[in-house]
């Protein structure tokens, strides 16, 4: 049997491993990257916002969180959001005014400019310490006024579990799906660091 080496945080992983497996595919979750949630004042973010963009799930499940705490769904602007996989937690959450683009920042930035107006004021954008692609950057030669508040931290695992390392030194993980070069690279680290770099 194939085995796949699932390195998503371990709240996302479930999915993809449940994927596998129907394929066939065995599965072990080693999450390369623990997301911890940072303080941010959510009220002032939000307020007067005529959208929020969100580039992950993990900003969604923040926003998800600071709703709670501001009185409910009802006091979000509507959301753009990277793709499906963002947009389907908020959706489920109860929220109707949710929107997701293809699935890269490309695709977000395309559909924050057929949605979104610089004269309707300014737009929220919640994300993790580190961006591949800054948004308020792109758009502010624009006219769009977009404030980024960090709401979330991935920070990369110190070591590999001992299950894994005996797992690929036998070589019987066959399969790793990377979704972010952040994951990779950490995953990278820490295969070089204790010596399974051949394996």
Known sequence: MLRAL??????QAGELAARLRARGIGCMIEPMLEIAPLPWDARAALAGRQAVLLTSANAARELLRAAGELGGLAVLP??????EATARPLRQAGLSQVEAAG?????????ARE????????VAY??????ACDLAAVLAPEGFAVERSVVYAARPAARLSPALRETMARGAVQIAPFLSARTAAAFRALVCREGLAEA
């Open 126 to 131: 919640l994300s993790g310490e580190a961006v």
């Open 78 to 83: 509507p959301i753009l959001a990277v793709g």
């Open 6 to 11: 699932i390195t998503r945080p371990r709240h």
């Open 103 to 111: 699935g890269d920042a490309v695709d977000l930035l395309r559909l």
């Open 115 to 122: 949605r979104l107006d610089p004269r309707r004021g300014p």
